[in-house]
């Protein structure tokens, strides 16, 4: 069975100050994972996706997670936050032969002046 | 813009109605979910389809179905509705099933408000 785990569902941090977000995941096989994104009353918006390419994995926005099998984790980061990031994240996992997404319970990035 | 058009984007309906939810996945993309975002609940996959036909399903309930239609658009309908149906209903497609790893793009959501 899949599923993540957001292990902090606020975190606040000052501009240009470094962003961690971090994600745990549970996969039988070898998972697919991204981070989506969900500023107010928006869409989800795909950040970034590893498919078991390079372990480190380049988004939109600066953003950047690392792969990680032996801690099985998928943190989200970024070096200098903006206020623009400011918004709701949400990890996510999938695996060969499933037919859907499994989300997790979001962070949601407060970023102050 | 993820190219997934849904409407209405908002709507506001009494207990015991019924309303359809329309989606327009991306151009090309043959697989189509419906997900419902409430507070409480998160984001929960309700149902998936593929080239016309459903492929899985999640925490769908009886008094909700779904389609895709030969032009690969698809609705939601939602019936006897309750006020813990209020939430957030996203469509999204992609060009073949999530477990492929393919992305899977969002459209901004249809807001439905049960009082």
């Known amino acids: 069975a899949q599923s993540v785990t957001q292990l902090d569902s606020h975190v606040s941090v000052s501009e240009g100050t470094p962003v961690l977000l971090r994600c745990n995941y549970s996969s039988s096989y070898s998972p697919s994972l991204f981070w989506y994104v969900q500023h107010p009353n928006k869409g989800l918006q795909l950040l970034l996706k590893y498919t078991s390419a390079a372990t ?3 988004g939109i926005n600066g953003f950047e997670a690392e792969f990680k099998k032996s801690e099985t984790s998928f943190h989200l980061t970024k070096p200098s936050a903006h206020m ?23 962070t949601r990035l407060t970023v102050i002046p | 813009d993820s190219g997934v058009t849904q409407t209405p984007k908002h709507l506001i309906t009494a207990t015991g109605q019924r309303v359809t939810l329309r989606c327009s996945p991306r151009s090309g993309d043959l697989s189509v979910y419906w997900y419902q975002q409430s507070l409480d609940q998160g984001l929960q ?8 036909e459903e492929r899985a399903k999640g925490n769908i309930l009886e008094r909700f179905s779904a389609q895709q239609f030969p032009d690969l658009h698809s609705e939601l309908n939602l019936s006897s509705l309750e006020l813990g149906d209020s939430a957030l209903y996203f469509c999204a ?8 790893g393919n992305t899977i793009y969002f459209g901004e959501g249809s807001w439905l408000t049960v009082v």
């Open chain 1, 84 to 106: 623009s990031d400011a918004a709701e994240y949400f990890c996510v996992v999938t695996q060969t032969g499933a037919n859907n997404l499994f989300f997790g319970t979001g």
């Open chain 2, 93 to 100: 497609s992609s060009v073949s099933p999530a477990s492929s």
């Open chain 2, 45 to 52: 996959f309700l149902i998936q389809y593929y080239n016309g």
């Open chain 1, 56 to 58: 480190l994995v380049k």
